[in-house]
């Protein structure tokens, strides 16, 4: 999609409940492509047609995203998922590539550290543009997810459902709404 014809303000996607934990990650992980994209089309337009409202408004929507959405995904995996996995599976295949994204969310944490301020400051109108530093910091922040996305969707998240129970996920599902705030049916964060 060329940056000419792109819409940057909002993300919109339909949300799962909570009483269905493993379509709410699914779901996370929809809005965290799509949270990825916005920021690839945000930089592309600043290069296109340079900051305005709506590439402000943009970095804003990537700022909540991965400042409060992202952050409790992650967590809804360390506390749920990996450790059934872990605990549960004798493949020792599997259990490397658990031991891996774990590392994998850490480098996530550090490179969208790093990556947050030049969103920020655009946000806030501090600045018109990313530097190169700044679209370095982007970059790798972007490749951090994805190998790790594709993992977790064709194996971690197949393989943590076949290991838990019906009671298991029900309180899985009632942790994630309880940590977010949400009634049992809410389904918009993660």
């Not at 490397?96 to 550090?110: G, I, K, N, T």
Request: charged share 20%; net charge negative.
């Amino acid at each position: 999609m060329s940056a000419s014809r792109v819409s940057l303000p909002g993300l919109h996607s339909p949300g799962a409940g909570f009483d269905e934990p493993f379509a709410m990650l699914d779901a996370c992980h929809e809005r965290v492509r799509r949270s990825l994209d916005l920021l690839q089309r945000l930089r592309a337009y600043l290069q296109d047609k340079g900051c305005d409202d709506s590439a402000r408004q943009a970095a804003r929507d990537v700022l909540r995203y991965f400042d409060i959405a992202a952050p409790l995904h992650h967590e809804d995996e360390e506390l749920h998922v990996f450790p059934a996995l872990l605990a549960g599976s004798a493949d020792a295949g599997l259990i490397a590539l658990v031991r891996r994204l774990q590392a994998d969310h850490l480098l996530m944490a550090q490179r969208w550290s790093l990556a947050r301020g030049a969103l920020q400051a655009l946000a806030q109108g501090e600045s018109q543009q990313f530097s190169n530093a700044d679209e370095a910091a982007l970059q790798a922040f972007v490749a951090s997810y994805a190998d790790h996305l594709r993992h977790e969707d064709e194996s971690i998240y197949p393989a943590a459902q076949a290991l838990l129970n019906a009671s298991q996920t029900q309180a899985m599902g009632q942790d994630m709404a309880h940590r977010r705030g949400a009634g049992r049916h809410a389904g918009n964060q993660g």
